[in-house]
């Protein structure tokens, strides 16, 4: 998948379109991110025991990756995102608007 958890993305689609946010979660298997404060949900629960107590809770629901794009730290665009190999062979993330390496985010 060409977004990793850590990422400054940016939201395409939906009712949070055009903020941004860091990626707390991805999902490969399921083309799904979680991104810190984008797509809340209010969940009300139902008490379950001592250390979960009920009530309105603000959950971070899961975006399609289609609907998010990567900001470039170079250009600071929503951009596409390339790959190319360096001269050790090693597959690096690059920026299709300015060609600029995208840094592996830290965890
Ligand atoms: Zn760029």
Do not use: W
């Amino acid at each position: 998948m060409k977004i990793r958890k850590g990422d400054q993305v940016r939201v395409l689609q939906g009712k949070d379109r055009g903020k941004e946010g860091r990626v707390a979660f991805s999902f490969p298997e399921t083309g799904k991110v979680i991104v810190d404060g984008i797509n809340t949900a209010k969940r009300h629960t139902k008490p379950r025991g001592a250390d979960k107590p009920g009530g309105i809770i603000t959950k971070d629901m899961p975006l399609d990756v289609s609907n998010v794009a990567v900001v470039c730290p170079s250009c600071s665009k929503a951009a596409r995102v390339g790959y190319r190999f360096d001269a050790a062979g090693t597959k690096v993330r690059v920026c299709r608007k300015c060609n600029a390496d995208l840094p592996e985010p830290k965890e």
